[in-house]
């Protein structure tokens, strides 16, 4: 699929045309990665950051933000849970937390790693090389770093660098993981404002450019403390020029994504069933979708990881996530999987270099 017919799919809005999509995708899906519905235990163990992305609600400069950071032990308690409810991967999520050191999240990883089997996902955002290889070798194996748009201009304006830093390529940090032998993901914001629709198309055809093993992608939901947020977006494109932050174009792109990158694995994300509580995040399994993300966050701290108002399941237990996740995987007829649910990507790219 080239650009030109990822563009004309994401202007589509005719329901007919629009479930010929949804069926090639699902159909692509069955195909290439199965009935199988992997779940990952979502730890957000800390909401302090160091950056001021514009569209952020844990950024820096947000004063109204309560922070925290999740204990070592409250973390480990999170992944012998993780174990208990039969997930085979935990994921470690925050900002860009200057508290977690490298040898913060290397003791980490090895105390989970020594009482389960689980895989870990890391996603802490823009680290040096040092962190990055200490937390490979004490036995992370995925990391997820979103790009956020392929738009080099929007994203500077977006994500500025840190205070007194240098200003990072995101590419070149995917690369960099990589390297170092991480399962790696990445990722979009659908609907920022300035983006516009051969941006999105130019984002789809870098996720296959990248060989990405992992891809997250959702709608952008604003947040009332932030200043895209507080300004509504600023008008950076005409309104046949922007993409819409709908449910229905985050849902067009899980099944291009889908269709580009046929062996990846997507995640139903949690911003879309933010937008339709009901049934959202069946619809993003419907559409390409094979991944769902339960959250195991300790309730007293879910509502403080307030990156957008309003998250989904941002006052259930832990339980209560399993179960509704469970409840829906079912639901659809899929089958819950089992194990750490690696990549097929990263499978078949691992056999090639091993032979």
């Known amino acids: 699929m080239d650009r030109q017919e990822m563009v004309q799919w994401l202007q589509c809005n005719d329901e007919a045309d629009l479930e010929v999509l949804r069926k090639r995708a699902d159909a692509v899906r069955s195909a290439q990665v199965g009935d199988d519905v992997h779940l990952r235990g979502l730890v957000e163990l800390s909401n302090i950051c160091a950056r001021d992305c514009l569209y952020c609600g844990i950024r820096a400069g947000n004063a109204s933000v309560a922070r925290y950071r999740m204990s070592r032990e409250e973390v480990v308690a999170c992944a012998r849970l993780a174990v208990d409810f039969g997930f085979g991967t935990l994921v470690l999520q925050a900002g860009e937390d200057p508290g977690l050191t490298g040898a913060v999240v290397a003791d980490l990883i090895k105390a989970i790693k020594q009482e389960t089997d689980l895989a870990i996902t890391l996603s802490l955002g823009e680290r040096d ?22 738009n080099r201009e929007l994203f500077r304006y977006i994500h500025p660098p840190r205070v007194g830093q240098p200003e990072r390529d995101r590419i070149e940090h995917l690369g960099l993981l990589r390297s170092l032998g991480y399962e790696v993901g990445s ?28 891809i997250g992608v959702g709608p952008y939901i604003p947040h009332q403390d932030t200043p895209l947020g507080k300004s509504g977006g600023v008008p950076l494109l005409g309104v046949e020029q922007q993409v819409p932050n709908t449910l229905v174009m985050g849902l067009k792109v899980v099944a291009l994504t889908r269709i580009t990158c046929p062996q990846v694995n997507i995640p139903s994300t949690t911003a879309l069933a933010t937008l339709d509580r009901q049934t959202g995040r069946e619809q993003g399994l419907n559409w390409g979708a094979n991944i769902i993300m339960p959250n195991l966050t300790p309730v007293q701290y879910r509502r403080m990881y307030e990156i957008y108002p309003s998250k989904a399941a941002s006052t259930e237990t832990a339980e209560q996530s399993r179960d509704t996740a469970l409840r829906q995987i079912v639901g659809l007829g899929r089958v819950p999987g089992r194990g750490r649910g690696d990549s097929k990507h990263f499978q078949t790219l691992n056999s090639f270099k091993n032979n």
């Open 187 to 214: 990722g979009v914001m659908i609907g920022i404002p300035g983006q516009s629709y051969d941006d999105l198309a130019q984002d789809i055809e870098l996720f296959k450019g990248l060989g990405l093993d992992m």
């Open 129 to 150: 090389l040092e962190d990055l290889t200490a937390w490979r070798q004490a036995g992370a194996d995925r990391y997820l770093l979103r790009f956020e748009t392929s």
